[in-house]
Structures are given as C-alpha cells and as structure tokens.
C-alpha cells in the first residue's frame, strides 16, 4: 500500500503561522488592555501599588528568562542599568496617575510626544519639524471639547511620562548595549520595583498583599509586559524595525478603542481627528528618524568580555540595527 504525504507548498505559511503584523498589532492590545485593567484596580490598590506589582512581577518573569549574572559587570553597567530602573518607574508612576485622570486614548496619545520628539530629534531633518508640528497640533485639538473636562494634573503626569519614556528609550539603548542579551532590562526592572515599593506603600499599605489584588497586579504584568513583549521579539524576527515602528505608532488609536470597550470611556469625532493626527505625524517621524547613537558595546562590560574572548567590533550597519530605537 503506498502512503502518500502532503507537504506545504513553497511560500505557503505553515499551519498555525500567525503574521508578523498580526503579532504586533496583538501587543499594542494587549498593552493598552493591561492598562485599562489597571485602571479598574486602583481603587483598591491604587495607581503607585499597581506600578509596583507590575515591575515587581515583570522582573520576576525577566529575571526567570533571562538570568543575569550579578557579577563581572563594571560600575558604567550598573550605573546604566539603576537608571533604566529609576526611569522606568518614573515612566510607570507618572502614566498610571495621568489615567487615573484623563481618558486612556488622551494619556496614551499625550505620552507618545516623547519618543516622537526624540524622533525628531534624532533626525535633524527639516520635514520631521512638520510631523512634531502636526503632533502638537492633534494634542492641542484634545481639549477643543472642553478645556474643563482635562485634568490640568493629569495632563502634567502624562506631559512627564512623555519625557521619561524618551528618556527610557535612552536608557534602555545604553543597558542594551553594556549587558548581554535581556540582561540589563531585567535588573533594571527589578531596580525599578525596588524605587517604586515606598510609594505603593504609602498609598496602598497591606492592600498589596491581598491575593485578589496579587492576581490583578500579576495579570497587570502579563498583560502589559510579558506577553506583548514576547509577541514583539517575535515579530521583529520577520518584518524590518521601521514597520514594527510604524505598526506601534497606533498605539493612541488602540488606547481609545481599550477605553472605550473597558472603561466606557466615551470619545467625540475631535478627539478622534486628534488622535488620527498624532498616529500620523508619529508614522511620519518614524518614517524620517535616524538610529538613536548608544555606546558601542566594545567600549563597555560586552559578552566576550565575561568569557574572556577579544571583543568583536560590530560594523555600522550591525550596530544601527542593535541601537535602533522606537515608539
């Protein structure tokens, strides 16, 4: 009896294959859902006890895969990644009061001006002043509803959360580029749930330790860190660093979609144009940026280094894909 067996067809994608796009787009959900649940948490553990449960739990995940050493590094590696740490819990604490404000799309569309500014930055290039120009414009917009129904408060927390994510997109580029691998991002992660402790403290005292709201937090993390941050490392697997960008800069769009479904947060059609202008002069940012410059690994602790081995200097091309930066 002859058995015969099917075989996919050249170029045809294999049973279960889930599209690079498809992947990206999933975290950006996934991201902007983890923050509409927490907003449904603060009430009982408030915004700094959910930052503080998200690192913590982060850092355990990032830890468990990725396992630094904790010796061997130099006083340059460490100092960058307690930076990284100290900027991502500055990042967290000031987004999470601003959508204990403002509306989620409003937040996220606010935040995102900081790495598109350091887009622009980046490039030095006359058209990107037009994509900052229209940026600026879409926020203005927000407030044409109703000047009164933005919290002057939580515009500033997102003003400054817009900041510290272009100051961690720096960070983050300089510890990527002194440790090997997620190593850094994992310690920095664990130092910024240590900086963020005596603020969830304060705030939420003995409430942290209640298992429903261990389960939340914990939920908060995944939802926000661990799983679109696998969908990412997969994705970037197959598509180039520019259309991952690009894909991330609906990050505003999916937010207002999350809090609209989640929180019943409402949204009117200038708040949407608003939106639809930062998305765009984020693509358009994107699109113009140079590479963000980080240290060359040779200069500081690199993996060879730890083994013993000659560095290996990377050429440039490898090393704008390694420092690449994005929203």
């Known amino acids: 009896m002859q058995m015969t067996t099917s075989r996919a067809l050249p170029g045809t994608p294999a049973p279960g294959y889930v599209p690079a796009t498809v992947l990206v787009m999933a975290a950006v959900l996934c991201q902007q859902l983890g923050a509409a649940v927490a907003v449904l948490v603060f009430p009982a553990a408030g915004p700094l006890g959910i930052v503080t449960l998200r690192l913590a739990f982060s850092a355990i995940i990032l830890l468990a895969v990725a396992r630094p050493r904790l010796h061997g590094h130099s006083g340059r590696a460490w100092r960058a990644a307690i930076g990284l740490g100290v900027t991502m819990a500055a990042m967290n604490s000031l987004f999470y009061e601003a959508i204990a404000r403002l509306p989620l799309g409003t937040a996220v569309t606010i935040e995102v001006l900081g790495p598109l500014v350091l887009s622009v930055v980046a490039s030095r ?7 900052a120009a229209l940026a600026f414009i879409g926020v203005a917009l ?10 002057v408060a939580g515009v500033c927390f997102a003003l400054g959360a817009a900041a510290c994510w272009a100051l961690f997109i720096l960070c983050n580029a300089r510890t990527g580029a002194t440790f090997p691998r997620l190593g850094g991002l994992a310690l920095g992660m664990a130092v910024g749930a240590i900086v963020s402790l005596p603020g969830a403290m304060l705030t939420a005292g003995t409430a942290l330790l209640e298992p429903a709201i261990l389960g939340l937090g914990l939920g908060v993390a995944l939802l926000s860190t661990a799983v679109p941050y696998s969908f990412e490392l997969m994705a970037l697997r197959r598509i180039p660093a520019a259309t991952f960008s690009v894909l991330t800069c609906t990050a505003p769009a999916v937010a207002a979609l999350a809090g609209f479904v989640v929180l019943g947060q409402q949204f009117g059609y200038i708040d949407v144009i608003a939106v639809a202008l930062v998305v765009a002069a984020s693509i ?10 980080a240290p060359r690994p040779a200069e500081t602790c690199s993996p060879q280094q730890h083994s013993g081995k000659a560095p290996v200097r990377r050429d440039r091309a490898d090393q704008r894909k390694a420092t690449r930066k994005y929203p």
Do not use: F, N, T
């Open 125 to 131: 290039r006359a058209k990107s002043m037009l994509w």
């Open 142 to 151: 927000l407030g044409q509803e109703g000047l009164a129904d933005l919290d």
């Open 284 to 293: 358009g940012a994107v699109r113009s940026a140079g590479p963000i410059k």
